[in-house]
């Protein structure tokens, strides 16, 4: 099965950033409060930010083209 | 390899590195693009979910958040290599101090939390909160400790229930003992850590310890090559009604995804 890995349009990325801006939190403790919807692959029973209090987090966004 | 894989490899359970996806690929693309590059194999999670806004939607971005889920940094990462590294250094450092806000009197108290002796933190923290100057600060810690205490075993229950039977054992055995004296943290930890343990998830322990092996060989090799999808097929069949056994079948589908 091939992906046609096309690269998005300036439409998606704004898109995504409205989904992001409703789906995300900002504020003092934004770190903590999202829940995942699917488990993260290697989760390991992480569920949400707030699973990972006690240690500094490093989000590492990317895209795959 | 990224940066943040390197960052992952070198502190271990100490740091949290979380790849989002940004670029529209379902989870599934994205785990099989990082399994291609070699990227896997580490305690890195990988989801297509953002749980945080950072300014702009321009990529490489990062953002980095401290010990307490505060955002610290953000940025592009290739301008901030080594204020990045600093800071985690910095933060890494920090992972046993006390939330910040905490008064020096319940310092020790969280100390002891952090050692494992939850129940007994616990007892001390609302002991020293029978002091009015202290009886804010110490509830706030008290709610933090158990909060704490039952994210981990809530780890403990997903563990098992996805078939990471020797990985939950060791998490909720290693609380086990810490908790005792108090009841409500102590029935649930043993509630959670009987289920690990019944003889009726023989099945998918061994499962899931061939399930391992295979994909440590398989973050050394590469990952998708014939031999490898075969072993995971092979192994989806005969630990079929696993969980293990299904995360073998999925992760060869995986190897059908290909990139331009």
């Known amino acids: 099965m091939k992906h046609s890995m096309r690269k998005h349009g300036g439409l998606a990325v704004a898109l995504l950033g409205a989904v992001a801006l409703t789906t995300a939190a900002r504020g003092g403790d934004e770190g903590t409060r999202y829940t995942f919807s699917k488990a993260p692959a290697n989760s390991m029973g992480v569920k949400g930010m707030a699973d990972l209090r006690g240690k500094p987090v490093l989000i590492d966004f990317w895209g795959t083209h | ?260």
């Open chain 2, 1 to 260: 390899m990224p940066a943040s894989i390197k960052l992952q490899q070198e502190y271990g359970d100490a740091l949290q590195v979380l790849f989002v996806e940004c670029q529209g690929a379902d989870q599934e693309t994205a785990e099989a693009f990082a399994w291609r590059q070699k990227w896997m194999g580490t305690r890195a999670m990988w989801t297509t979910e953002r749980p945080l806004e950072v300014g702009g939607n321009g990529l490489p971005a990062f953002a980095l958040l401290d010990t307490e889920g505060k955002l610290l940094l953000d940025g592009n990462p290739l301008d901030m290599k080594k204020k990045i590294e600093a800071a985690i250094a910095e933060q890494v450092k920090k992972t046993k101090a006390a939330p910040s806000g905490t008064p020096d009197a319940l310092a020790k108290t969280w100390a002891r939390f952090v050692k494992g002796e939850v129940a007994g933190a616990i007892a001390e923290c609302d002991k020293l909160g029978t002091d009015v100057a202290l009886s804010g600060p110490a509830k706030t810690l008290h709610d933090e400790m158990v909060a704490r205490t039952e994210s981990t075993i809530g780890r403990g229950k997903w563990l098992t229930e996805n078939g990471y039977v020797a990985e939950a054992s060791e998490l909720l055995a290693g609380l086990a003992k810490g908790v005792k004296g108090h009841a409500d943290l102590e029935s649930k930890v043993a509630a959670e850590l009987t289920h690990a343990q019944d003889k009726s998830l023989a099945a998918e322990a061994e499962a899931s310890k061939a399930l391992a092996s295979l994909q440590a060989k398989m973050t050394k090799d590469k990952p998708f090559e014939d031999a490898n999808v075969k072993a995971l097929q092979k192994l989806a069949e005969k630990h079929a009604g696993t969980k293990a056994g299904e995360r073998a079948a999925q992760l060869a589908k995986l190897a059908a995804i290909e990139f331009k």
